[in-house]
Every structure is written in C-alpha cells, then in structure tokens.
T-cell receptor
Framework: DTEVTQTPKHLVMGMTNKKSLKCEQH?????MYWYKQKAKKPPELMFV???????INESVPSRFSPECPNSSLLNLHLHALQPEDSALYLC?????????????FGPGTRLTVT | QKEVEQNSGPLSVPEGAIASLNCTYS??????FFWYRQYSGKSPELIMS????GDKEDGRFTAQLNKASQYVSLLIRDSQPSDSATYLC???????????????FGQGTILTVHP
C-alpha cells in the first residue's frame, strides 16, 4: 500500500471553478513535491516544499497555488484553470538526506478542465 | 543534449526473456539513479535505486551503473506479462545546493512482454 495518499482520485472542473488537491504522507519525510504529467510524457516538477517552506517553483502559472500546512500535508489550490491544464497531478515525498533522494509517489489526481 | 536519455522503444520481449532498458545522463556529478515503473493510468512506482558503480540486484531486477560512461541500465530477468509498463529513469540534481533532489526523468521506455 502506498504511504502517500491523494484526494480526490478524479476531478472535473470548469474554468471558473476553484478546487483543491490534497496530499498526505505518513513516512516522516520532510520534502514534498507536486508534479504534473501529461499523457505519454514523464512527470514534470511543479513545486518543492522542504520543511514546510516552498523551495522550488518551476515557473508555474499563478492559477496553481501550493500550500503546506504541516510536514505531512500538501495542498494544491486551483483557480481559473485552462483546458490544457488537464493532466495527472502527482504528489511525492522524500527524505532530506543527500544519500536518500528516493521519491515516493501518491496515486495521483486525474484532473479534467472543461 | 537532453539531461537524461532512454532508449526510445517500444521494447517487446517474449515471456521468460531478459529485458534490457538503458539510460544515459549528462550531469557528471550525479550520485544517485532511480528506476520507476509506471503502469498505464497509474502513478510511478520506485523499483530500483543505485548509488555505486557496478550491479545491484533485487529479485528479477538488476540495475547496472557505470559513472565513467554516464550510463545506467535495468535488466529484468524472466520477464512476465505483468512487467509490461513504462519504465522511467530518473536522476536527481542538487537544486540550488539543497540536500534533496529535483528529479529529471527520461522520456520513458514502453516495455511489452508477450506470452
């Protein structure tokens, strides 16, 4: 069983909606990540949080707003999305040690923007 | 040159054969390398990590690393139809000198194991 959980599994939203994706990890990791994956492409990094602070923003449009309420939780707030934002959104977590970069992914949220 | 390149595939092997997946990377200072398996419609699953030159075996999977040649491979012995998936090679980079890894993925190799 995955120790990174994501909700919801599927989400359909209109371009004027506001919604949030949620991620929770139970591995004691202090780094958490959001990725976006389009069909037949590898995951693309969006954001990285380290010790609950935003460390990397890969020039993601402001209609995506991440939040890390505590070390186990990661949210991605969505507002005024475009149809091209439809994708699989993946959350991942890892330790903070240089020798342990293994990232473990949650099951993902399949987002469709209509 | 792309940072992480994989043999494009798709790769088709018969059941019971050895599947060989290859990956080259451009960052000479990379120290760790990962293989993920992704079934269609699912999320990536970490199946192998390798940090030192040489071979690392885990069940039917063997990862091979050659840092001098900047090459990492994954061998799957006794391939099964359930191994049919996309295999992603990933290499972390020290983003801004921080201790965690920003993963750069290869484009993936689609493996089909036919009965």
């Amino acid at each position: 069983d995955t120790e990174v959980t994501q909700t919801p599994k599927h989400l359909v939203m209109g371009m004027t909606n506001k919604k949030s994706l949620k991620c929770e990890q139970h591995m004691g990791h202090r780094a958490m990540y959001w990725y976006k994956q389009k069909a037949k492409k590898p995951p693309e990094l969006m954001f990285v949080y380290s010790y609950e602070k935003l460390s990397i923003n890969e020039s993601v449009p402001s209609r995506f707003s991440p939040e890390c309420p505590n070390s186990s939780l990661l949210n991605l707030h969505l507002h005024a999305l475009q149809p091209e934002d439809s994708a699989l959104y993946l959350c991942a977590s890892s330790q903070e040690k240089r020798e342990a970069y293994e990232q473990y992914f949650g099951p993902g949220t399949r987002l469709t923007v209509t | 040159q792309k940072e992480v390149e994989q043999n494009s595939g798709p790769l088709s092997v018969p059941e019971g054969a050895i599947a060989s997946l290859n990956c080259t990377y451009s960052d000479r200072v990379s120290q760790s390398f990962f293989w993920y398996r992704q079934y269609s419609g699912k999320s990536p699953e970490l199946i192998m990590s390798i940090y030192s030159n040489g071979d690392k075996e885990d069940g039917r999977f063997t990862a091979q690393l050659n840092k001098a040649s900047q090459y990492v491979s994954l061998l799957i012995r006794d391939s099964q139809p359930s191994d049919s998936a996309t295999y992603l090679c990933a290499v972390p980079s020290n983003a801004g000198g921080t201790s965690y890894g920003k993963l750069t993925f290869g484009q993936g190799t689609i493996l089909t194991v036919h009965p």
